[in-house]
């Protein structure tokens, strides 16, 4: 199914913060995804024009309904119109599913650190879901850096997901709410030694979020000693 480009009906749109939306999209004949693989979604103009912009799957397993979540680009192309004007009814394009290196699996035994910079969290979700259906025994571990509390996309269910194996901690830059056991800040060594797996429990790390985000979790995962060859990014943005 990835190659080609199917019809998509907005069967559900939900607000997520001030700038972001949940879209579930229905897709007859979809084959399913694993957790951590993204769709491509085609716009195309009244003229003709077409945009395409690839989109991170919060769902995975069998079914045909997917779902994303958008973060609103001011000056995008396609999100404005995603956050902004969609409605359930619409049909979009989407091709997927795509992706097979930031993927997890519940055949995965090893420790699991999940480490999401804004909307990254989304295919990081979709893991999050799919550990906590499958029962597995594997230590899995989030790290959600926001800027705000405001900020945080699927902060109720994080907060209640039922699953014994999973832990989750928050990383804020710029406005931490009273609860918050650590001072505002970026992510730094300090960040990553309290609350990420250690590298002599040998855990994949998955890593989602803004590119200048990801390279310097990235650079502080290895100073840390973690092998690179177990780190897998996935970014968005500018370079």
């Known amino acids: 199914m990835t190659s080609s480009w199917h019809r998509a009906a907005v069967v559900d749109v939900r607000p997520a913060t001030a700038h972001g939306r949940v879209l579930s999209l229905r897709v007859d004949g979809w084959p399913g995804n694993l957790a951590g693989q993204h769709v491509d979604v ?5 003229d003709g024009y077409q945009a395409v912009r690839s989109y991170s799957l919060a769902s995975s397993g069998d079914g045909d309904v997917l779902e994303l979540a958008v ?42 650190q999940l480490i999401a910079g804004g909307s990254g969290i989304v295919p990081l979700l ?45 990383a804020y830059s ?7 056991t650590q001072p505002a800040g970026r992510v730094d060594a300090a960040t990553i030694e309290a609350f ?13 979020g803004p590119t200048g985000f990801v390279e310097a979790v990235a650079d502080l995962l290895v100073a840390a000693g973690h092998r690179p060859d177990r780190i897998r990014t996935e970014r968005f943005g500018g370079a």
């Open 174 to 180: 710029r406005s931490a709410p009273e609860s918050s």
């Open 126 to 170: 979709a893991m999050v879901r799919d550990h906590a259906r499958s029962a597995s025994a594997a230590a899995m571990r989030l790290l959600y850096a926001v800027r705000s509390a405001d900020d945080a996309f699927y902060a109720e269910e994080l907060a209640g997901i039922d699953d014994a194996a999973f832990t989750l901690a928050w």
């Open 196 to 208: 990420v797996i250690p590298a002599s429990e040998r855990p994949s790390v998955y890593v989602c």
């Open 42 to 46: 085609r716009l195309t103009a009244e």
């Open 71 to 112: 973060d609103e680009v001011p000056d995008g192309e396609v999100s404005p119109y995603l956050v902004e004007d969609v409605r359930a009814g619409d049909e979009l394009e989407v091709r997927g599913p795509i992706g097979a290196y930031f993927v997890w699996t519940p055949a995965q035994t090893e420790p699991v």
